[in-house]
Nanobody, 125 residues
Framework: VQLQASGGGLVQVGGSLRLSCAASGLTFNNHAVAWFRQAPGKDRELLGITWRHGNTYYTDPVKGRFTISTDNARNTVYLQMNSLTPEDTAVYYC????????????????????WGQGTQVTVSS
């Protein structure tokens, strides 16, 4: 199983980026897929999750700005990020698990079995 995250880069405040997470060895429509980020010196934090029934959840820092979408034909999950601020600077990770985490479990990185390698997003002011 391999998750390949891509699409990070340098963007100015207020700009947008779209991250991609492509999977091999698993089928996303059978898994819960989440996006996390980790800034220097901080814990890895959940940004959002999409469950296989199509429902999504976003944490407050990104709600209304970030959107998770899935292309089942390409077996790829996207994270569209708009209205970026310097506080969004971090390494972004996609994660997946066949056993979908709910409740408090969805916030825990240990709830996800498969991880991408991370892609750096830097927002300059």
């Amino acid at each position: 199983v391999q998750l390949q995250a891509s699409g990070g880069g340098l963007v100015q405040v207020g700009g947008s980026l779209r991250l991609s997470c492509a999977a091999s060895g698993l089928t996303f429509n059978n898994h819960a897929v989440a996006w996390f980020r980790q800034a220097p010196g901080k814990d890895r934090e959940l940004l959002g999750i999409t469950w296989r029934h199509g429902n999504t959840y976003y944490t407050d820092p990104v709600k209304g700005r970030f959107t998770i979408s899935t292309d089942n034909a390409r077996n790829t999950v996207y994270l569209q990020m708009n209205s970026l601020t310097p506080e969004d600077t971090a390494v972004y990770y996609c994660a997946a698990d066949l056993n979908p985490p709910y409740g408090s479990a969805k916030f825990k990185p240990s709830s996800y079995h498969d991880w991408g390698q991370g892609t750096q997003v830097t927002v300059s002011s």
